[in-house]
Nanobody, 126 residues
Framework: DVDLVQSGGGLVQAGGSLRLSCEASGFPFSRYCMAWFRQAPGKEREGVAA???????VYADSVKGRFTISKDNAANTLYLQMNSLQPEDTAMYFCAADLFPPTVPAGLSVREYANWGQGTQVTVSS
């Protein structure tokens, strides 16, 4: 079974940094597309960043230049380094994984991913 276990997150002041981790098991990690999503209270879940099988990345405009997604295939772990955090980044963050067709790049749509982590809260104070 696919299992995604998240760690990291917490409370930070505006301008600070946090790193999220997502340890994966139960599937061939290097062959899957991986992504981070977030959901603020009363809002829909939105894509933050995704990393493709070859390591290429895509980011939401709101986090470009501040967040970095990466993965360690040897450790079966996905990361999200978040710098220059702002109060509007406050949300529950989720990692996600799925096996995409070979010609389809990793994307930021919720509907593209069937496997989800448990979520971790990130709160940024002003």
């Amino acid at each position: 079974d696919v299992d995604l276990v998240q760690s990291g997150g917490g409370l930070v002041q505006a301008g600070g940094s946090l790193r999220l981790s997502c340890e994966a098991s139960g599937f061939p990690f290097s062959r899957y597309c991986m992504a981070w999503f977030r959901q603020a209270p009363g809002k829909e879940r939105e894509g933050v960043a995704a990393v493709d099988r070859d390591g290429s990345t895509v980011y939401a405009d709101s986090v470009k230049g501040r967040f970095t997604i990466s993965k360690d295939n040897a450790a079966n772990t996905l990361y999200l380094q978040m710098n220059s955090l702002q109060p509007e980044d406050t949300a529950m963050y989720f990692c996600a994984a799925d096996l995409f067709p070979p010609t389809v790049p990793a994307g930021l749509s919720v509907r593209e991913y069937a496997n989800w982590g448990q979520g971790t809260q990130v709160t940024v104070s002003s």
